[in-house]
């Protein structure tokens, strides 16, 4: 019976591409609202694909529709309605945005101010009409023209689809496939653009990659589509995000990133991720599902995650490694913080496939004003994971009455030859402590700041040197009058 | 420096001061001694500025300001010091930077620059020496993990890098073994000169042997019930607390 509808649907699939062919307007820049098989030949013909990924697109597609939003996660919203979103849009028209930044919500505003960000980049951060792409230009193009002399490929994912379709095609979705989980399948089916970077054998990336620095920048957010790989004794750092909290029309981001890391390659990956967490209500937020995975497919590789959330009205993600090769090394390290009435679940995943595979968990959550602030974690020892090691340690912080901490640990142990342990608190920010600080002349505010960044310590040093100071501010500003 | 008139105190509704009178010039050392729930910390925390302890009457004149209308850390960055009784642990917070923090706050209050980091650790340095203090604890987090002993001697040694003008100490004795007894009092006695006064609430006598008051004052059920100078300390050694209050109460 299933085989039969699934013949049959092939089979009007099939006809249809035939029947239908390109009917909607490639020269239009934006779709109407709404996701059928035409928006994704659309978005693939906008982009000038080749056929072998229009079709892994439309499959995608078929996948998704079959499948069902995951509701296990501890969070809370409105359906959402995916026929009432527009997939794909080209770069805004300039006359679109505010004019200039008296039209930006103040707060925004004093947020940039308080983080230090200078008026131009506020003014593009905002989306206010201006004229400034031409300076990363011309910087990014120098740096990819050194990135070129080792033979590194960094470049906007699009473009390797044509330079290096090759590669595109043997590692996408090779970690994250199409049917892993529902926003992965939707973002295999719409993605528009995102990072894509190759390191050859035995180099050392010369630079902290960052998607700062990439052309073609703009309007990748929704469905942004990152491809990482390591090839043997290689390494790269590669920073994403900016903590300036970027505003957006688009409510839904459901991004995927993929790492892939051979024999004795190591990836650091690094997130400082502050999206628009919305007003006071959570109106106007961002929704974050994203979906992250790194591949240790070779022995004694790496993949670290560091990630610094406070941005999205709601976060779900859970960066997660697959450790196949013998004596690989999954790392996680985690702060994330929800107030406002922001609710994240974040935490990780690590499978252990290899011998002597190790994986260590540092998550850190704090929760303040309205906040709900849930752990996730999962540990999967295989039969074949002989020496396997994991360590997690899950601590929360609880800043005033309103808030809340959830953990939610999984432990899949299928071989005895292997060692786990958890370790998990639950603190509040106590009147004794602030008390304490204020009696040797230290301001409540500052006293706070001081306990928050003495909570992250061991995540933040996981963190490139700059990035860290950033987020340490970053926490600072996003907690700011969270305490009365 | 300090002058407290009639000072009535409640904590949730409970009376615990019942009208204190008291006045610290710079240069004095006073010892407050009392029997348990005498009132004894209560005075020291509510000096400090603690929101728990509600003042019902009376008044505070601190270098002639009204000390009652300040917050807790504007009070500390006057110059008032309490070593708590029970020192606060700040997990994760460094020891070193959370007194520079402070240190800098103080600076601040007073328009003065920040301190670089060679002058503070050429300070720091100084101070550790007189309180025999492990270098070691430095670098670990406020209080975090410290035996009762370090954390007193930590209080002691954050007082000697802040240098207050008041310093009220909180049963700065318990907990202290005779050796560090003498280091902790050794440090007070550092810092003491004409331009600072000293509070040491106690229970025992013992402390006041190491540090010697000025004036003793023995409080009971939130009154000074006598005052004097060492002498009392030795005499209430002696006899006992029961004994003193019945030759007052008589």
New interface residues.
Partial sequence: MKQETETEMLKEYAEQEYKYGFVTDIESDTLPPGLNEDVIKFISNKKGEPEWLTKWRLKAYEIWKKMEEPHWANIDYPPIDYQAISYYSAPKNISDGPKSLDEVDPELIETYNKLGIPLEEQEILAGVAVDAVFDSMSVATTFREKLAEKGVIFCPISEAVKEHPELVKKYLGSVVPRNDNYFAALNSAVFTDGSFCYIPSGTKCPMELSTYFRINEQNTGQFERTLIIADKESYVSYLEGCTAPKRDENQLHAAVVELVAHDNAEIKYSTVQNWYPGDKEGKGGIYNFVTKRGACRGNSSKITWTQVETGSSITWKYPSCVLHGDNSKGEFYSVALSALKQQADTGTKMIHIGKNTKSTIISKGISAEKGQNTYRGQVMINKSATGARNYSQCDSLLIGEECGAHTFPYLDVKNTKSHIEHEASTSKIGEDQIYYCKQRGISEEDAINLIVNGFCKEVFRELPMEFAVEAQRLLEVSLEGSVG | MIKIENLHVEVDGNKILNGINLEVKAGETHAIMGPNGSGKSTLAQVL????DYDVTEGNVEYLGKDLLDM???E???EGI??A?QY????????NT???K???N??RK?HGESEIDAMEFMELIGDKIKLLNLKESLLKR?VNDGFSGGEKKRNEIF?MAV?EPKLALLDETDSGLDIDALRVVAGGVNAMRSNENATIVVTHYQRLLNYIVPDFVHVLVDGRIINSGDKNLALELEEKGYDKIIEEAAG
């Avoid at chain 2, 400090?48 to 929101?51: D, I, L, P, S, V």
């Avoid at chain 2, 020192?87 to 460094?94: A, Q, W």
Wanted: glycine share 6%.
């Fill in positions: 400090a500025g603690h929101e917050d807790v850390d009070r500390a960055c010091f309490l708590f020192p606060v642990e700040l997990p994760g917070v460094n930077y959370f007194l923090s402070a240190l706050a103080q209050y987090p954050q802040l």
